[in-house]
Each structure stands twice: as C-alpha cells, then as structure tokens.
T-cell receptor, first 116, second 114 residues
Framework: AQSVTQLGSHVSVSEGALVLLRCNYS??????LFWYVQYPNQGLQLLLK??????LVKGINGFEAEFKKSETSFHLTKPSAHMSDAAEYFC??????????????FGAGTRLAVHP | EAEVAQSPRYKITEKSQAVAFWCDPI?????LYWYRQILGQGPELLVQ????????DSQLPKDRFSAERLKGVDSTLKIQPAELGDSAMYLC????????????FGPGTRLTVL
C-alpha cells in the first residue's frame, strides 16, 4: 500500500538557520510528490511538486526539494528560515491508487517553529 | 487568481443534528475532492468526483455521510446525524483531470460537534 512518512512531528529552528523537513514514501508506481503548507485554520497551499522532469524542484518562498529514488525520499529544505515560515508542512504522494485516480495520500505533517 | 470557495468557514452543532458543507471549485476543474483532517493529522480523502460522477468513496462513512455534485460544478457534503468523532476540518480541493494534476485547496470548514 502507498504511504508517506514524515520524520519528526515537530521541528524547531532559529531564524536564519537551515530548514530540513524529511519525507519518505512508498509507492508501487512512479509517484507524483508534493509539499503543501498549512497555516492555522486555513487550507493547504502548494509549495512545490515533483513530476519527474527534474530531481531538484524549486518552489515558492525559497523552498526546494530533491527527489532521490534510491532512498525513496523527497526532503524539503530552505537555506535560511524566516519567522513567517512557521506553519505545518505536509508531504503527499499521488497516483492511480486504489481505483481512484489522482488520489493524494498525505503524511502526518511536521510542525515547524522558528525562533528569533 | 482563481480559488476554491467553501462555506461556512466554521460550524458548531450538537450531536445527532444534520450539517452541510458547500464547495465551489476553480472554474474548469473537472475533478473535485472532499478531505477530512482530524487535528494533528494529515488530510484523508473522503470522496472524489469526476464531473458529476463519484470515482472514489471508499473512505466515506456512507451510513451518515453523503456527497453530491449534481451539475458537475459545485458540491455539497452532508453529515446526518453528526457524531462527536466528526469534529474535524473538512477540506475541498479541485484539479484538472489527469493523474498528477495539482490539487488546489479551499480554506476549509472547521466542524465542532458538541
């Protein structure tokens, strides 16, 4: 079965420090991979998307992620954290799973805190 | 920029009552999704429409939940009767048809069942 694992439910960094949020997936078919961000009491906003065109994907707000097939990973990084980056981040995989196409399967999320 | 609209944003109800949520997808998006997000967890798909047809409702508790998209545009999700365990964020998303298409999410409806 397809699944997404996000290591670390809470990550805390100092402002200006590197942000690294980990995501590993399992999929029986070549996946599409996504990172979404969610601010309190809001919907999900797309940060970036992997579609096999390039293994290093650049997204909005300075975030990027690298697809590593051998490690089944899609970790999210940002060189320098900003206070406004504090939010919940979700990794997700989609594909023709379980009879419904384009179904998104989410990880449990990682809450990022940024300290001054 | 086009957005997915949802209403209401917040709903408080008592158990055994009926509730309904509405979603208007981005114009031209054939596929519409309803997700439930329990506090502290990732969203889970409840039902997926392709135009007016349901293509995946395997996780929809059909004894109390129903969803429709009669004209293939906007959609309504209903719960009757509501239970305490239904307290969650209900998210609607839409996409163009096709595997791998980006799903765009609305702001969600926060349901509290007392």
């Amino acid at each position: 079965a397809q699944s997404v694992t996000q290591l670390g439910s809470h990550v805390s960094v100092s402002e200006g420090a590197l942000v690294l949020l980990r995501c590993n997936y399992s999929s029986s078919v070549p996946p599409y991979l996504f990172w979404y961000v969610q601010y309190p009491n809001q919907g999900l906003q797309l940060l970036l998307k992997y579609t096999s065109a390039a293994t290093l994907v650049k997204g909005i707000n300075g975030f990027e992620a690298e697809f590593k097939k051998s490690e089944t990973s899609f970790h999210l990084t940002k060189p320098s954290a900003h206070m406004s980056d504090a939010a919940e981040y979700f990794c997700a995989v989609s594909g023709p799973f379980s009879g419904g196409y384009n179904k998104l399967i989410f990880g449990a999320g990682t809450r990022l805190a940024v300290h001054p | 920029e086009a957005e997915v609209a949802q209403s209401p944003r917040y709903k408080i109800t008592e158990k055994s009552q009926a509730v309904a949520f509405w979603c208007d997808p981005i114009s031209g998006h054939a596929t519409l999704y309803w997700y439930r997000q329990i506090l502290g967890q990732g969203p889970e798909l409840l039902v997926q429409f392709q135009d007016e047809s349901v293509v995946d409702d395997s996780q929809l508790p059909k004894d109390r939940f129903s969803a429709e998209r009669l004209k293939g545009v906007d959609s309504t999700l209903k719960i009757q009767p509501a239970e305490l365990g239904d307290s969650a964020m209900y998210l609607c998303a839409s996409s163009l048809e096709g595997t791998g298409d980006t799903q765009y999410f609305g702001p969600g409806t926060r349901l509290t069942v007392l």
